[in-house]
């Protein structure tokens, strides 16, 4: 079984294409025409053991809000799509992972009710010219999308990068975990019977 999907989404800001195959070897071919985010979804990508494509072209003249937020939103949409009846995955996700002097935490559920709980606070506004807030809206567009209960808190860090890039990781490995298929769970993992 191949837990694939993809999307193509084009609005008056932005035009999307992406494809994710969740039981990958961590291979990304992304074009997102925002850097920071670009290298937060590479490294995504290789941790989580995900196949990655993203094509993008937004309105980045404006800022890097819209791009953002709608490369999770796709993303979320193709994730859900891809787990599909959920039977036999893990459903829970948990990871802590460090970068230098940050620790990040990110637990994540498969459970179908969308809900973002974030414990950040970033020194920096910017990471080169990527505004921090966008992490936020990136991962509440993702958990909505999705459907998935998102917790994420930064521990502590000094370094605004490292911080988000901790996050990142985390989320990946999280979300890799949650996501496994365990022989031992026979059908959904709910005891409503649904996901």
Request: hydrophobic share 40%.
């Amino acid at each position: 079984m191949s837990r694939s999907s993809s999307i193509k989404r084009t609005t008056n800001e932005t035009d999307i294409r992406l494809s994710l195959q969740i039981d990958g070897e961590g291979k990304a071919n992304l074009h997102t025409g925002v850097p920071f985010l670009t290298h937060m979804l590479d490294l995504f990508t290789k941790h989580g053991q995900f196949n990655l494509d993203i094509e993008a072209n937004g309105d980045t003249e404006v800022d890097d809000h819209h791009t953002t937020e709608d490369i999770a939103i796709c993303l979320g949409q193709v994730l859900r799509e891809a787990l599909g009846d959920k039977k036999g995955i893990k459903r829970y996700g948990n990871s802590f992972v460090p970068m230098d002097e940050a620790l990040a935490q990110v637990v994540v559920d498969l459970s179908n009710r969308p809900h973002l709980e974030m414990r950040a606070q970033f020194p920096s506004q910017k990471v080169g010219t990527f505004d921090t807030e966008l992490i936020h809206e990136f991962l509440w567009k993702l958990a909505l999308e999705t459907r998935m209960n998102l917790h994420v808190i930064v521990h502590y860090g000094q370094n605004t990068h490292h911080m988000i890039e901790a996050v990142f990781k985390a989320l990946a490995r999280a979300l890799d975990e949650a996501t496994t298929i365990d022989p031992r769970i026979k059908g959904i993992p709910s005891t409503k019977g649904m996901l």
